[in-house]
């Protein structure tokens, strides 16, 4: 059984949310050119929270979209089960909007790779300004996150895991490691 430390509670995740929409606001010079994209799942989930909080403090509507990779990812080809597609709903052009790009966990950065790509297919962005809610290191790929959550060092047999209320019932962030304490 893995063994399980708890990196982030229910109101550290909360204050987690809010400090990235502050620096978002600060980055920005305020909310007016910004649009928020979430990568499907958790980082549409969590774009959706960002975005909530900037137009609560902004008092203005944050246009809000969600990105699907699938057909972007370059580990596809080598998966024998059909891959299970979702939409991409970005209703607003992203023409010259500086484009906040939002996911949980940044690790090889192949997603956000694949999330770049298919963001260039739909417009041309002012910018695109990545924001993730855990950096968990070990980068295979040029990427850096322009907004972090918290930066956790791990190895390569851990495992962060981000839980959220809509989906998991918590909202925590878990390191989990195989074999117990190594």
Same mark, same amino acid.
């Given at each position: 059984?893995?063994?399980?430390?708890?990196?982030?509670?229910?109101?550290?995740?909360?204050?987690?949310? #809010?400090?990235?929409? %502050?620096?978002?606001?600060?980055?920005?010079?305020?909310?007016?050119?910004?649009?928020?994209?979430?990568?499907?799942?958790?980082?549409?989930? !969590?774009? %959706?929270?960002?975005? %909530?909080?900037?137009?609560?403090?902004?008092?203005?509507?944050?246009?809000?979209?969600?990105?699907?990779? #699938? !057909?972007?990812?370059?580990?596809?080809?080598?998966?024998?089960?059909? @891959?299970? !597609?979702? #939409?991409?709903?970005? !209703?607003?052009?992203?023409?010259?909007?500086?484009?906040?790009?939002?996911?949980?966990?940044?690790?090889?950065?192949?997603?956000?790779?694949?999330? *770049?790509?298919?963001?260039?297919?739909?417009?041309? @962005?002012?910018?695109?300004? *990545?924001?993730?809610?855990?950096?968990?290191?070990?980068?295979? *790929? @040029?990427?850096?996150?322009?907004?972090?959550?918290?930066?956790?060092? #791990?190895?390569?047999?851990?495992?962060?895991?981000?839980?959220?209320?809509?989906?998991?019932?918590?909202?925590?962030?878990?390191?989990?490691?195989?074999?117990?304490?190594?």
């Amino acid at each position: 059984m893995p063994a399980k430390q708890t990196l982030i509670d229910g109101k550290g995740f909360a204050r987690t949310v #809010t400090r990235l929409a %502050h620096e978002i606001i600060e980055r920005n010079k305020g909310a007016e050119t910004i649009g928020i994209v979430g990568i499907r799942t958790r980082g549409d989930y !969590l774009a %959706h929270r960002i975005a %909530h909080k900037i137009s609560l403090m902004e008092n203005i509507s944050v246009p809000i979209g969600s990105l699907d990779i #699938t !057909l972007y990812r370059d580990d596809l080809r080598g998966k024998l089960n059909q @891959p299970q !597609l979702k #939409t991409t709903d970005i !209703l607003y052009d992203v023409q010259d909007k500086n484009i906040i790009l939002v996911d949980d966990v940044l690790f090889t950065g192949r997603t956000i790779r694949s999330a *770049l790509n298919a963001l260039m297919d739909i417009g041309r @962005p002012a910018s695109i300004q *990545l924001a993730v809610f855990v950096d968990r290191g070990h980068r295979q *790929l @040029p990427i850096k996150a322009d907004f972090i959550g918290k930066n956790i060092p #791990t190895s390569f047999n851990q495992q962060v895991q981000v839980l959220m209320t809509e989906i998991d019932g918590e909202d925590a962030v878990y390191l989990t490691q195989e074999g117990g304490n190594n």
